[in-house]
């Protein structure tokens, strides 16, 4: 039997260490962030409308990734050990997308942020008042994701090729890198 979606989820207090986990996780996505905007701005240029919409979401991920570089720093945080695979592989996710064409491009951006909506409003359950400074960084940095995925909706997102594929194989990489950088 399944939950109601107005079923009240189950609270307990956020520890030290989980908020650790999220900070390592969110400061790993953002990274992973800049560096798939990076793919795909090296394929579609900036010159292009579409390269454009893109280079303003990176600056957006770069200020999200400043933050939370700092307070992994501030915090004695130890961040995820996977940071070169993020690397390569963001750049490589974004290169690819934008290569497959600008809405493919504007799909993975889609799918990524869907994903982070999910991701942040869970963690803001989770903190609730337990940490006031995460959690005003999660939902100010959540706001700005859902823009991005509307962006990328209204910018042809859902017509490219294969879609649902697409959207379905990317938003199981981003569980699965979330899932990786909590630990490792």
Do not use: N
């Not at 993020?86 to 290169?95: H, V």
């Not at 999660?138 to 995925?149: G, Y």
């Amino acid at each position: 039997m399944s939950a109601s979606p107005d079923f009240p989820r189950p609270t307990r207090r956020s520890t030290a260490a989980d908020r650790a986990a999220m900070l390592r996780v969110d400061q790993a996505g953002e990274f992973g962030a800049t560096r798939i905007y990076a793919g795909q701005l090296a394929v579609i240029g900036d010159r292009h409308p579409y390269g454009r919409v893109i280079s303003g979401m990176a600056a957006q991920e770069e200020r999200h990734r400043a933050a939370f570089d700092a307070m992994i720093v501030r915090r004695g945080v130890r961040p995820t050990a996977l940071a070169p695979l993020w690397s390569a592989a963001g750049f490589a996710l974004g290169a690819v997308s934008a290569a497959i064409g600008p809405k493919a491009a504007m799909a993975c951006t889609a799918a990524i942020e869907t994903e982070i909506d999910r991701h942040y409003a869970e963690q803001l359950l989770d903190l609730r008042e337990d940490d006031p400074e995460l959690a005003e960084a999660i939902a100010d940095f959540q706001a700005e994701e859902v823009e991005h995925r509307d962006a990328a909706i209204a910018h042809g997102a859902e017509q490219a090729p294969a879609y649902p594929l697409l959207s379905g194989a990317i938003r199981l990489g981003c569980r699965a890198a979330i899932a990786l950088s909590r630990r490792i």
